[in-house]
């Protein structure tokens, strides 16, 4: 991990700053939902989806919270309407050119996770752009798994490291969990401490399999639109509640 705590600001007082999740994660769901209930296209929703994104961003970074990984697109939303598909391909693309510089300005270093050749050109080059831009900021790591999926990142670490052992650079006994996890996407990053999810969803969808294993998880009836600082606030708090015991008494 590079990123490094900055000065708090704005903690809730029932908060303890010593327990707080080092890395969250979060499922950002009932895009579509969110605006069906206000008679909007589902594709509004993914506008205001952005906004509720940035205000979690700013608050991970106000309250020391070291890492935020934010799941924006799987591997299955290419099933999707194209209409769909296209708008939002078009809208990442748009969002990361016009924050990229106050992501700069405010310290964040962004990482974007899956399998990113797979997309549209012209977004590669700004997530290129973005990633080497703001690769020394150190107050936030920030990940945007997009053309993401769990079961092609644990896929595409077996197929690495099975080359290394065909080509005698690696023997079998030399492969264990922290060599593997080199080998995935977020090679570098600590596992989530925490896993939120909106909409109230009891699932996972291909996210983070492998570095889920031991995170603890919070679902919330809350469409992802509405999900704002008083929300993540109750999230963290029940979060504080819990008794993480890795397996043992
Ligand atoms: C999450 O919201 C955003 C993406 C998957 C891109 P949805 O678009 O899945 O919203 P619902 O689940 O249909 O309400
Ligand atoms: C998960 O949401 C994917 C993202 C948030 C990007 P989905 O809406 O695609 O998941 P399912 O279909 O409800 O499992
Ligand atoms: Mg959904």
Request: hydrophobic share 40%; charged share 25%.
């Amino acid at each position: 991990m590079t990123a490094k705590p900055t000065l708090l600001r704005d903690l809730p007082a029932d908060l303890d700053v010593k327990r707080l999740p080092r890395h969250v994660a979060v499922i950002m769901d009932g895009n579509g939902r969110w605006a069906k209930q206000q008679g909007l296209p589902r594709i509004m929703g993914h506008r205001h989806g952005v906004d509720t994104l940035k205000e979690l961003l700013r608050c991970c970074k106000d309250w020391g919270i070291e890492a935020l990984t934010a799941y924006a697109f799987s591997t299955e939303n290419w099933g999707r309407p194209l209409a769909e598909v296209e708008f939002l391909m078009t809208l990442f693309e748009r969002v990361l050119r016009r924050e990229l510089k106050e992501l700069i300005s405010e310290g964040v270093q962004i990482h974007f996770v899956g399998d990113l050749g797979s997309l549209p050109e012209s977004l590669q080059e700004e997530i290129e752009r973005a990633m080497s831009a703001t690769r020394h900021n150190q107050t936030i790591r920030f990940t945007v798994a997009t053309n993401y999926g769990g079961r092609r990142e644990i896929l595409q670490a077996c197929r690495a490291i099975a080359e290394q052992v065909e080509k005698g650079q690696l023997q079998v006994v030399d492969i264990d969990e922290a060599l593997f996890e080199r080998h995935l996407y977020t090679a570098g990053t600590c596992d989530p401490d925490l896993l939120i999810r909106t909409s109230g969803e009891m699932r996972v969808s291909n996210f983070l399999l492998w570095q889920v294993a031991y995170s603890e998880i919070y679902v919330t009836e809350t469409l992802w639109p509405n999900f704002d600082r008083q929300e993540f606030h109750r999230a963290l708090s029940d979060y504080q509640q819990r008794h993480r015991r890795f397996g043992l008494v």
